[in-house]
T-cell receptor, first 116, second 110 residues
Framework: GPKVLQIPSHQIIDMGQMVTLNCDPV?????FYWYKQILGQQMEFLVN????????KSKLFKDQFSVERPDGSYFTLKIQPTALEDSAVYFC??????????????FGKGTRLTVV | GDSVTQKQGQVTLSEDDFLFINCTYS??????LFWYVQYPGQGPQLLLK?????NKGISRGFEATYDKGTTSFHLQKASVQESDSAVYFC?????????FGSGTKLTVEP
């Protein structure tokens, strides 16, 4: 089936440094998302992105976070500067249509970010 | 606002046991409801969805009924296998956000 690819699978970074998580969404999808998962359970919505713009973001999407998808390339989540509490698994997702409908959202395998 | 609640954080069963995972929802509309499953080292993937209230969704032996009366969308399976061990999420879309319940970790022992 359709696949969302995330690079890298693991990232260890020093606190205060910048990190960029990369996502290659399903090719014809138009909506993109980032979620944060801690301790292997709760999936927390961070942000969604459509037509080059952030549509909605949660309280977890701090000012240090940013997303972009320049010229249809990778959809990226950048954290600058990183903090210890940013350690988590970050999942990228994409969908053909917005979730207000019946559309399925496809998730990548996640990037495990460890801030030390 | 719209939300989904899963009260069971963990469920441990033996093979061939009956599975019941609780999910209740709160919404002012009648959106499609979803169950996603997350296997170790993977992202969540769609297990089943039900688009219409009072209908049932069935997939891979799992079933869930969208019950408007009790605002529930419980997941059931008659006979679980060790390969069903995973985290199960009930999910509800709101505009362009898919909200997940807190997840239920199912462990099936041989």
């Amino acid at each position: 089936g359709p696949k969302v690819l995330q690079i890298p699978s693991h990232q260890i970074i020093d606190m205060g440094q910048m990190v960029t998580l990369n996502c290659d969404p399903v090719s014809n999808h138009l909506y993109f998302y980032w979620y944060k998962q801690i301790l292997g359970q709760q999936m927390e919505f961070l942000v969604n992105f459509y037509n080059g713009k952030v549509m909605e973001k949660s309280k977890l999407f701090k000012d240090q976070f940013s997303v972009e998808r320049p010229d249809g390339s990778y959809f990226t989540l950048k954290i600058q500067p990183t903090a210890l509490e940013d350690s988590a698994v970050y999942f990228c997702a994409s969908s053909l249509a917005g979730t207000g409908g019946r559309t399925e959202v496809f998730f990548g395998k996640g990037t495990r970010l460890t801030v030390v | 606002g719209d939300s989904v609640t899963q009260k069971q954080g963990q469920v441990t069963l033996s093979e061939d046991d009956f599975l019941f995972i609780n999910c209740t929802y709160s919404t002012t509309t009648y959106p499609t409801l979803f169950w996603y499953v997350q296997y170790p080292g993977q992202g969540p993937q769609l297990l089943l969805k039900v688009t219409t209230a009072n209908n049932k969704g069935i997939s891979r032996g799992f079933e869930a009924t969208y019950d408007k009366g009790t605002t529930s969308f419980h997941l059931q399976k008659a006979s679980v296998q060790e390969s069903d061990s995973a985290v199960y999420f009930c999910a509800l879309p709101n505009y362009n956000v898919l909200y997940f319940g807190s997840g239920t970790k199912l462990t099936v022992e041989p």
